[in-house]
């Protein structure tokens, strides 16, 4: 069974940083993509961040580039996402989501598997 579970998230004021971990079990995780999407109050869930562990080919929000950087260590099987100079308007539930690599799409939440539970990012102004 795959399990896919978030941590990390937390409150931090504006221009402040957090780190997000994903660890993953369950499934041959060097042939699976792994995603990071946002879901804020009255909003559809959106795609932030990608990595595909096959080829490490990555992708990024508009919203979030050049703040947000996506790594991964599969050694422990785990995905990161370090969100820098966060803004109020990066404030959601944050989810990361897994799926076979080459049929995951960064953008559509439907490509992928399996779900985390979610952790809560709130920036203050």
């Known amino acids: 069974e795959v399990q896919l579970v978030e941590s990390g998230g937390g409150l931090v004021q504006a221009g402040g940083s957090l780190r997000l971990s994903c660890a993953a079990s369950g499934f041959a995780f060097d042939d699976y993509a792994i995603g990071w999407f946002r879901q804020a109050p009255g909003k559809e869930r959106a795609g932030v961040s990608y990595?595909?562990?096959?080829?490490?080919?990555?992708y990024y929000a508009d919203s979030v580039k050049g703040r947000f950087t996506i790594s991964c260590d599969n050694g422990k099987n785990t995905v990161h996402l370090q969100m820098n100079s966060l803004k109020p308007e990066d404030t959601a539930v944050y989810y990361c989501?897994?799926?076979?690599?080459?049929?995951?799409?960064?953008?559509?939440?439907?490509?992928?598997?399996?779900w985390g539970r979610g952790t809560q990012v709130t920036v203050s102004s």
């Open positions: 990595i595909s562990n096959r080829d490490g080919s990555t």
């Open positions: 989501a897994g799926g076979p690599a080459g049929l995951t799409i960064a953008t559509i939440p439907a490509s992928f598997a399996s």
